[in-house]
């Protein structure tokens, strides 16, 4: 399987795993922001456009609307971190193939 393709597919589960914990925390804010990222990443298929991508998405951890300062349940706890260490894995060097 292709770096790109692996990283993509970790990122999609992630996306995944908010969606969830935001439809069982009834966050409606979360469900939108895990909405704009499936679409997001549903566009990509090269390094450059997974890195930049990623870099986009990382900006829900700076804080401010929807953004994942506080995750305020476990599940969402765990979902929000899953999907950092996606995104920052992305975001690194990719290996070739």
């Not at 795993?17 to 009834?26: H, I, P, T, V």
Request: charged residues 30%.
């Amino acid at each position: 399987m292709h770096a790109v393709e692996k990283r993509l597919r970790e990122i999609r589960q992630a996306i995944s795993n908010l969606r969830e914990a935001a439809a069982m925390d009834g966050d409606a804010q979360r469900a939108d922001v895990a909405q704009s990222l499936g679409e997001l990443f549903g566009q990509v298929s090269t390094r450059e456009e997974l890195r930049e991508a990623a870099a986009q998405a990382m900006r829900h951890y700076q804080g401010g609307m929807g953004s994942f300062q506080d995750a305020g349940t476990p599940a969402m706890g765990d979902a929000v971190d899953g999907l950092r260490r996606a995104l920052a894995k992305a975001r690194s060097r990719l290996p070739a193939g």
